[in-house]
T-cell receptor, first 108, second 118 residues
Framework: GIQVEQSPPDLILQEGANSTLRCNFS?????LQWFHQNPWGQLINLFY???GTKQNGRLSATTVATERYSLLYISSSQTTDSGVYFC??????????FGAGTRLTVKP | EAGVTQFPSHSVIEKGQTVTLRCDPI?????LYWYRRVMGKEIKFLLH????????ESGMPNNRFLAERTGGTYSTLKVQPAELEDSGVYFC????????????????FGPGTRLTVL
């Protein structure tokens, strides 16, 4: 099956700093999503981005499908950005494979 | 438009008891998925419904887990009897049908049900 690797596993930032999270995957996909799991355990869909670049406020994401990786950028981080960020990939409407996540801690 | 909803948000039961989790997908979504995250590990797929049919249940851990989707609408996931290692967060997601014009494969996730087995 598809392998998904996320890096770094843990990231600690000061408020206001920028960060880049990476997701590598082992096979062709046509579904890639980034999620933020908040402190209450809820999964929040950030981006559906099988290819290209999207931006939403302080967050942006880029997927280079041919090179099998995706990046999530967080600019001017805030304490509310803390939590675990998951990358998940899939093909058509099959199940999605999740990475192990990046745990982000933003300190005030 | 209402998102995916799950009930209950949190359930605490004793080992050996039965628990039933419910998921209401986004209206009109044929695809419904169950995932879970146990013991701080990565989120793993459990099964996939297309309408009322089980498309893929390869992720179901054992026969203590039973999923149903009555009439292709809401779905239930029953754990009977529950074991300590079943503790975790159970997520449901839904997506539009494949091949629909203008459709997308985006899976919309519910808020999850946190299951604690004591």
């Amino acid at each position: 099956g598809i392998q998904v690797e996320q890096s770094p596993p843990d990231l600690i930032l000061q408020e206001g700093a920028n960060s880049t999270l990476r997701c590598n995957f082992s096979d062709s996909v046509n579904n890639l999503q980034w999620f933020h799991q908040n402190p209450w355990g809820q999964l929040i869909n950030l981006f559906y981005i099988p290819s290209g670049t999207k931006q939403n406020g302080r967050l942006s994401a880029t997927t280079v499908a041919t090179e099998r990786y995706s990046l999530l950028y967080i600019s001017s981080s805030q304490t509310t950005d803390s939590g675990v960020y998951f990358c998940a990939v899939g093909y058509n409407n099959n199940d999605m494979r999740f990475g192990a996540g990046t745990r982000l801690t933003v300190k005030p | 438009e209402a998102g995916v909803t799950q009930f209950p948000s949190h359930s605490v039961i004793e080992k050996g008891q039965t628990v039933t989790l419910r998921c209401d997908p986004i209206s009109g979504h044929d695809n419904l998925y169950w995932y879970r995250r146990v013991m701080g590990k990565e989120i793993k797929f459990l099964l996939h419904f297309v309408k009322e049919s089980k498309q893929d249940e390869s992720g179901m851990p054992n026969n203590r887990f039973l999923a149903e989707r009555t009439g292709g609408t809401y779905s239930t996931l029953k754990v009977q009897p529950a074991e300590l290692e079943d503790s975790g967060v159970y997520f449901c997601a839904s997506s539009q049908e494949t091949g629909r014009v203008g459709g997308t494969d985006t899976q919309y996730f519910g808020p999850g049900t946190r299951l604690t087995v004591l």
